[in-house]
Structures are given as C-alpha cells and as structure tokens.
C-alpha cells in the first residue's frame, strides 16, 4: 500500500526476507520474544498470562512453558482465523476478575477495535498491580498525532488511509499518550538503546526503526501512583 512508504508505517505490512525459516517467526513476534526474555522475568517466575491474537511461533512456545498459567484466544473480529482451540476473547468485555494478569500481550490488535479506551480500560482493569502489556500496533512515524475518520468503511478506503482492509485507524507518534491516558506508565524502548543494551541486536534480523511500547500498570500508594 502506498501510504505504507508515504507515513512510514512502522509494522505495517511485512518487510522482505524476514521470517525465520526455523520457527516462522516474523522480525515483530522476536522483537517481543527477546523482550519478555531478557527484561522481564516471564520465563523465570510463576505468571498469569493474557495473550490475545497470539502470533503463532509464540503461541508455540508459550502454551508449553510449565510456569505460565497461560490463557490465549482470538479477537472478537472478523478476518483473523485460528484453530478451534482457541476460544475467542472480546476485549471490550473481559470475563477476568480485576488485578487477574502479570503479562497481557494483544499485539497489533488496536488498530481493529473502535472502541480503543474501552480495551484499554479493560486491559488495565486485569492487570496486576506492577503487571505489564504488550501492546504494539503500525505506527506511522510521519503522524504526529492518531489519524481515524469515521466516514472511511469500506475495504478499498482502508487500505488507502490506514494500509490494510480491516484497521479503522492509523496510530501516529501519540502512541505513548493514549496508552498513558489510561492510565499506564509507559516506556519506549528497543535492542540496542540505553534502556535496553544489547551488543548485536542485527543477529535477530529485527526492524532497527521498531520500538516497543511498554505498558505498565501503577501501583498505588498513599504518597500517589508508584511505576515499577
């Protein structure tokens, strides 16, 4: 699509050559795999798992690590497919107690829901306190801020303004700020920056110009919200 190269969509599309001819894994599913392995303790601790639209070479690994209480499913919406053992999961309206997760992984599944601040709310409401989503989406390194119109519904159009048939936005570089907004602290990072030194990141054939955006829940205390 066009407007891919002309808003310089990150994570919009798949690059060339860049799904590993092993486990299948495409440069995004490693970029959240080293991730979870090297800054969080995912592997190592006893966790409540999330994982939404789960991309298949972690789906794979993930469902057969024996300390995660892993509980996986689909998106409510049409055009994503999976096998009938997964249940499908309505992000608007989780079926979760409060405080249930460590982890929620929903990666590139924004983009598709209308209703954005009520799954935000929603994912912040079953996190842990301290818990963390991952939560990436295409971001367009040439918007400053979010671009959704509500007149633009047919297939054709969507792929025009927003690089493929069934997003109903186009997230700019206020990224960040939404996901703040609901009230997450959120840090931006990527293999190789001064939050996450990595002597190699080129190994992994990931997408230099890709951040993650980490979203933690606060934990609050009397003197105000603690980010941990």
Wanted: aromatic share 12%; hydrophobic share 30%.
């Amino acid at each position: 699509m066009p407007v891919i190269k002309e808003k310089e969509i990150i994570g919009g599309g798949y690059r060339i050559n860049n799904i590993c001819p092993r486990c299948q894994s495409t440069d995004r599913d490693r970029l959240v795999y080293l991730y979870l392995k090297e800054k969080t303790d995912f592997f190592t601790g006893n966790q409540r798992v999330l994982h939404v639209a789960p991309e298949p070479s972690l789906y794979k690994v993930f469902k057969k690590m024996d300390n995660l209480n892993y509980y996986a499913g689909t998106k409510y919406q049409e055009g994503f497919y999976y096998n009938d053992e997964l249940p499908v999961i309505d992000l608007r309206t989780l079926s979760f107690d409060d405080n249930t997760f460590d982890f929620v992984i929903a990666n590139h599944v924004l983009e598709h829901i209308r209703e954005e601040k009520q799954v935000l709310n929603e994912i912040y409401r079953v996190l842990k306190p301290g818990g963390t989503a991952v939560l990436q989406v295409p971001i367009a390194n040439k918007l400053d801020k979010t671009f959704e119109d509500g007149s633009i519904k047919t297939k054709a159009e969507r792929e025009k303004f927003y690089g493929q048939f069934d997003h109903i936005r186009l997230y700019g570089t206020d990224y960040p700020e939404r996901l703040s907004g609901a009230g997450f602290a959120v840090t931006k990072t990527k293999p190789g920056d001064d939050k996450w030194p990595m002597q190699n990141p080129d190994l992994y054939a990931l997408n230099n110009k890709e951040y993650l955006y980490i979203a933690q829940k606060t934990i609050k205390t009397g003197n105000g919200n603690k980010h941990v």
